[in-house]
């Protein structure tokens, strides 16, 4: 997982419109970045057969959509640059708008909620009202804009997805704590564990995803299967991890600093974390951060420089022991397995949750399928990107180990005693990670406003009067929290094992078979009823309920031992889960008892020993 992970579709509102060079007039980003619920607030609130049914029209209109899909950003370069840029095919060709009879022209089904402009309001969007909320969308505003905003092809997603190459720096620390055959067992299951997952939110969203009732993010996804209570569930879980992420840019940036600082006196880690975060509590205060899209575009390639670079400074030169917390330098030690110098299962089970990050993008899948022109073959995307991040991790992490044995550690670039490759690796590696961290940090700041602030206590939209300055202080807040955060567990990997524990294993590992099982029962208890068409009220085509024994009996009968083999995956990923954040914390503990690292202190745990001594 890339601690800058897509840094344009994660937003679910923010950069929605912008990643795939989709070519709006200013009234429609207007309208994408007042309104970032700009379609019906209520919808999801339906029963799954009438998602279906919506779904299926939509997937055939995409089916028989002859229009090209738009070049990538890369495509537009190349041609431009070629002296083709005649040929380029832009996001912006006409796009009427079709009133599917079914779909507006009866309005809504009895019981169904519409839209308010069949509730006769007639508005539409692009501004706010008299008490400074979004303005609400009429029916062919929001079909318009549902179609505006899909362009994207699947290599275009693909590309965007191996933006998530970042966590490479990771994978040598799993097979210094696993070894050679441990560590490759665990990165090739948790891969194919990665594909499954991406492949269920791929087959979901195909179903449940329709102009009429459009899928955004993948709290809808949980709440469509599951109910309200589950998207609030996955929200507080996004909510969580873009904040830790934040603390981890934090811990990570500061430590690189006083590297860089060759570890002077005034280098204090306190000091190099606040540095950080006065940049991202200031630089914060940018509402719109559409202009930071190209930085996407680029990453990967920054990314790669700084690998090539780290690859090329550990092959040679000596490591520097400090940096996997060792007092001198030895020989070399491989192991095939489990390495004797690894005491303690916990270190295992860390060197596991390390590996949960190299496949941690799930959670914005939604998000770039909602950009996709033909968002059927997504799946191409999502297989070839995970199939390349899997490669570099472990082409990385095998080289790495290798190197340096017991000597490899979370901090790779560092790791060396190459001090020109150092400092040009990291000045590159403290811009990209510094616009990641504050690209996390408003969009995590957007998440926690209109999910809670908005959600339960009614706060007004953020670019409304009052609104701006509690979103002004609202960031303030969001930092000073990822600052405690970093400095109160400074040992980075004890701190990347718990954020991958507690939140990113959740969005591939543990939501998607549950997910799964949840839809395909609902889908084989559907098999019972009567069909549902527009027109019923929803939940009349029933023969029974969810009250029912019978109605559980018929959605879990068929296939039991599938489902049962779902639900035992949801529980062995919770499971993994409570290890991980178990052994993260006794990683911490350990490094404070020995001595390595301490909360809120000025030595950081990749400081000399000598430290402070002469202070």
Not at 194 to 223: N, R
Not at 298 to 305: A, R, T
Not at 378 to 402: D, I, N, P, R
């Amino acid at each position: 997982m890339s601690i800058s992970a897509p840094l344009g579709a994660i937003s679910g509102g923010e950069l929605t419109g912008t990643e795939f060079g989709q070519r709006l007039s200013i009234h429609d980003q207007e309208a994408f970045q007042i309104n970032q619920d700009f379609y019906d607030r209520h919808a999801n609130s339906q029963h799954l057969e009438v998602y279906m049914h919506y779904a299926a029209i939509e997937r055939q209109r995409e089916a028989e959509d002859p229009r090209p899909v738009p070049d990538a950003s890369w495509t537009v370069a190349y041609k431009t640059l070629t002296g083709q840029k005649h040929k380029i095919v832009w996001g912006d060709e006409p796009n009427p708008v079709v009133v599917d009879d079914e779909v507006n022209a009866k309005g809504p089904a009895p019981g169904v909620e519409g839209t308010d402009t069949e509730k006769g309001t007639g508005a539409t969007v692009g501004g706010l009202d008299s008490h400074g909320e979004p303005s609400q969308v009429s029916t062919a505003e929001r079909e318009r804009l549902y179609r505006a905003l899909r362009v994207a092809s699947w290599q275009a997603v693909f590309y965007l997805i191996t933006t998530d190459i970042l966590g490479f720096t990771a994978a040598s620390k799993t097979f210094q704590e696993m070894g050679y055959i441990a560590g490759v067992l665990v990165y090739f299951f948790f891969y194919l564990l990665a594909i499954f997952a991406g492949q269920v939110i791929w087959k979901l969203y195909l179903s449940l995803d329709s102009v009429k009732y459009p899928v955004i993010c993948y709290a809808d996804l949980g709440e469509r299967v599951f109910g309200r209570w589950v998207r609030h569930v996955f929200n507080i879980f996004q909510s969580g991890q873009l904040l830790f992420n934040v603390a981890l840019l934090i811990n990570g940036n500061a430590q690189v600093l006083a590297d860089l600082a060759d570890f002077r006196a005034g280098t204090c880690f306190l000091i190099m974390c606040l540095v950080f975060y006065f940049i991202g509590a200031f630089i914060g205060q940018i509402q719109s951060l559409k202009n930071f899209a190209w930085f996407a575009n680029c990453n990967i390639w920054l990314n790669i420089v700084t690998m090539i670079l780290t690859l090329y400074g550990i092959a040679t030169s000596a490591p520097v022991p400090q940096y996997s917390y060792h007092t001198t330098l030895g020989p070399i030690d491989v192991s095939t397995w489990i390495p004797a110098y690894a005491h303690g299962w916990f270190n295992q089970v860390e060197g596991v949750q390390l590996a949960v990050f190299a496949y941690g993008g799930a959670m914005i899948f939604p998000e770039f399928m909602a950009e996709m022109r033909k968002p059927h073959d997504f799946w191409k995307a999502a297989a070839c990107a995970q199939f390349f991040c899997f490669f570099t991790y472990m082409l990385f992490g095998l080289l790495v180990y290798s190197y340096q044995g017991q000597y490899a550690s979370i901090l790779p670039g560092l790791d060396f005693s190459n001090r020109a490759i150092i400092y040009a690796n990291n000045v590159i590696g403290l811009f990209t990670i510094m616009i990641a961290a504050v690209l996390y940090g408003n969009i995590g700041v957007k998440v926690f406003y209109e999910n809670v602030l908005r959600a339960y206590f009614k706060f007004p939209s953020f670019l409304a009067g009052r609104g701006r300055l509690y979103f002004a202080l609202t960031v303030i807040v969001y930092w000073a929290v990822a600052y405690v955060i970093a400095v109160t567990i400074p040992f980075l990997s004890a701190l990347v094992t718990i954020v991958g524990a507690l939140f990113i294993l959740q969005f591939t590992y543990t939501f998607p078979p549950l997910l799964c099982v949840g839809f395909w029962m609902q889908i084989d208890a559907l098999k019972g009823d009567r069909p549902w068409e527009p027109g019923m009220v929803p939940g009349s085509n029933r023969v029974d309920t969810w009250k029912d024994k019978s109605r559980w009996s018929r959605g879990f009968s068929k296939f039991w031992y599938a489902k049962a083999f779902l639900i035992l995956m949801f529980v062995a990923a919770v499971v993994n889960s409570v290890l991980g954040v178990y052994a993260g914390v006794k990683q911490a503990q350990s490094s404070f008892a020995a001595g390595i690292a301490k909360p809120w202190a000025c030595k950081g745990p990749s400081y000399p020993t000598n430290y402070g001594s002469g202070v």
